[in-house]
């Protein structure tokens, strides 16, 4: 969008784009908000035909030429008419000169640098394809897209259609693809209808009685959590048991549940296991796209739904999956409400350091196992694990051609692998629970094995105890939940100590966790203190020009009539997308490139006003704002999209 004329289409953004906004610049663009493949090409291929294949295919989805500006104080998603080019980097000269030596790690290693190099969403393009050739026959296409134009459903149609117009192109057969009659603008402006018409009124009244006083779930971790996320995050594979599977498909007909619902159940299990807590909510998602005339569209769509079930130790597993079928069924006939309409009517401050209301997410995804070879080529789907963690914890099954995987992408800054890898081998263990014993307690059901312990794998604060002072060198020591059963590894439990290897085990009294390098631990290992909810501060009048007219500003948006310089935006009423509002027109206004991160460390007139002058000091301009300043201008002569 330099130089010449500019032509665009300016109009509303959808609530879930809003919302990721928000999160992409409190993220300050680190790129973990992208969905990515890597496709390993073999045979004849032209990269010419398949350059015009991905053109064609932007064409003719405006979501794939859009960036995003917050004008007039709101988020605008505009479409273009840009058209990125496939880039094509040619490796065949080195490899064939016998350098690197490792071909597969440099071709991995691009792929992961791919898929994390962040977008600035304020510029198209937000899709990136790079076509990396390897020899005559063998290529890697590397697919990215940022999440605010595509989710994984779309960048599976993404890929069909291109490889469909290849197809058409290398054969000379027509293109059969019909323009779409709708785009996903369309989609954001019946939400923003819906809005505006009262819509959402009633979905709004039922969530919030569904989330009162919502307790989060407090699972153990192996650190404290640090006070801001760096989204640092790797994937653990968990195997699911085909035969387990298939007995759970038979539990679920007889109870009227879906597959997803007993696989959720389990693992509501686990949590109440490791956590001690009855009252669990986590995230769950569904497609978005309900609606037919959306199920070919390239957009985001994703939503978010609050999962709030009931979990007591003396229940059956049976009761489990009705009390998670009925929580499902809940959310499902209420998931119209946009998620962040529901984060901003919860109101309470918004933290750094989490996602709002949950912190665990559980969802299931049907992946496409459309054979996308074309004649002389065939196209074989990568793995890729994840490197980035936008929750705490993140379980998705992912169906191919009737078969199941699983995975747990983890932050590691809360967790060690072993620790994950133990939680993920307790939800194998209630999940063969559940399909061959469904009315066994919660209780009773064995989610580890026993694996005693050495008196040497001590931390000294559990030596130091009165009950381990004269333990023998031949003693054992194990950790046992409430119930008996040894406790998986991060697992909060009581510690029992057998002296004699044919001697009865006997409760020390002491609670402690077992440590991901085997160490026996003194419990629990929690959060960092908790920071309570700022309250109401005494009104103080703002100082200075600058937090005055912040004080404006806030007032102006927030629609209250006094603002004080220590009121939080927060409890005064703000959320998500008034906060980039706001950030945004600091940025505008005073030259400086502020970020919400600053802004979210003290959201009050006098923080804002010290981020600024921080930034000023340090030279920060506010990126690309006289850019904005011409763009605006040129859109102004633009009509807004219906």
């Keep these: 969008m330099t130089g010449g004329s500019v032509s665009a289409l300016v109009s509303d953004a959808s609530y879930t784009q809003a919302q990721l906004y928000f999160l992409d610049e409190l993220a300050q663009r680190a790129g973990v908000y992208t969905v990515a493949r890597a496709l390993d090409l073999s045979g004849d291929l032209d990269p010419a035909a398949l350059d015009a294949a991905v053109r064609g295919c932007v064409r003719r989805h405006e979501s794939l030429r859009t960036c995003f500006r917050v004008l007039d104080g709101r988020l605008r998603q505009i479409v273009t008419a840009h058209e990125p080019a496939l880039r094509v980097v040619d490796l065949r000269s080195l490899l064939a000169r016998g350098g690197p030596a490792d071909g597969a790690e440099l071709v ?81 402006a019946w939400q923003q209808r819906a809005e505006a018409t009262g819509g959402h009124d009633r979905l709004l009244a039922h969530w919030r009685e569904r989330l009162r006083d919502l ?56 949590l109440h296991r ?22 070919h569209m390239i957009g985001f769509f994703v939503k978010m739904l609050v999962l709030r079930t009931p979990v007591r130790a003396e229940q059956t597993l049976r009761d489990v999956l009705r009390a998670t079928t009925g929580t499902c069924q809940d959310a499902y006939d209420h998931q119209e409400l946009p998620f962040e309409r529901l984060v901003a009517a919860q109101g309470g401050v ?50 191919t051609a009737g078969r199941l995987s699983a995975a747990l992408d983890y932050a590691t800054d809360l967790w060690d692998r072993e620790t994950v890898a133990a939680l993920g081998d307790a939800w194998g263990s209630a999940l063969r629970e559940l399909a061959h014993r469904p009315d066994r307690a919660v209780r009773d059901v064995p989610l580890a094995e026993e694996h005693p312990h050495a008196p040497t794998a001590l931390a000294d604060e559990v030596r130091r105890a009165t009950a381990l002072a004269d333990l023998p060198s031949d003693a054992a020591l194990s950790v046992r939940d409430p119930w008996g059963h040894p406790a998986p590894q991060g697992v909060v439990g009581e510690l029992v100590r057998r002296d004699l290897p044919d001697a009865p085990w006997v409760a020390t009294g002491l609670v402690v966790r077992t440590g991901a390098d085997g160490r026996l631990r003194a419990a629990p290992v929690a959060d960092s203190v908790p920071v309570p909810e700022p309250a109401h501060a005494e009104h103080a009048a703002p100082v200075g020009e600058v937090e005055r007219e912040l004080a404006s500003l806030w007032a102006d948006l927030l629609d209250v009539a006094v603002v004080g310089r220590h009121d939080n935006f927060f409890l005064l009423g703000g959320h998500s997308l008034l906060a980039t509002v706001l950030v ?23 923080g804002l006003a010290e981020a600024i002058a921080a930034a000023a000091g340090t030279g920060r301009g506010a990126a690309g704002a006289d850019e904005l300043a011409a763009l605006v201008d040129a859109l102004e002569q633009e009509e807004d999209h219906a």
Aim: glycine share 4%.
């Design 584 to 606: 945004t027109r600091a940025q505008e206004r005073y030259g400086t490139d502020v970020t919400l991160d600053e802004f979210f460390r003290d959201p009050t007139p006098a």
């Design 108 to 188: 991995a290693q691009m792929a992961r640098q791919e898929a994390a190099e962040p977008f600035d969403l304020r510029r198209v393009p937000l899709l990136r394809t790079t076509l990396v050739r390897l020899t005559d026959q063998r290529s890697v296409l590397l697919v990215t897209l940022h999440h605010i134009i595509a989710d994984a459903w779309s960048l599976d149609l993404f890929l069909r259609e291109v490889f469909a117009r290849y197809r058409a192109r290398v054969t000379g057969s027509p293109d059969t693809l019909p323009e779409p009659s709708l785009q996903y603008a369309d989609f954001a």
């Design 274 to 295: 490791y956590s001690g807590q009855e009252d669990l909510t986590i995230g769950g998602t569904t497609s978005g796209r309900a609606r037919p005339e959306v199920q």
């Design 350 to 399: 918004r933290k750094a350091d989490r996602h709002p209301l949950f912190q665990v997410v559980f969802q299931m995804i049907d992946q496409s196992d459309d054979d996308l070879s074309v004649p002389g080529l065939a196209v074989r789907m990568r793995e890729q694990p994840a490197t980035a963690a936008t929750f705490d914890l993140v379980c998705t099954v992912t169906g």
């Design 215 to 270: 307790r989060e779930l407090d699972l153990p971790t192996d650190r404290p959590r640090p006070p801001e996320r760096s989204y640092r995050g790797r994937s653990h594979p968990v195997p699911l048991d085909d035969r387990v599977v298939e007995r759970l498909r038979v539990l679920c007909r007889e109870e009227g549940a879906s597959l997803y619902m007993a696989l959720l159940a389990a693992f509501y299990v686990v």
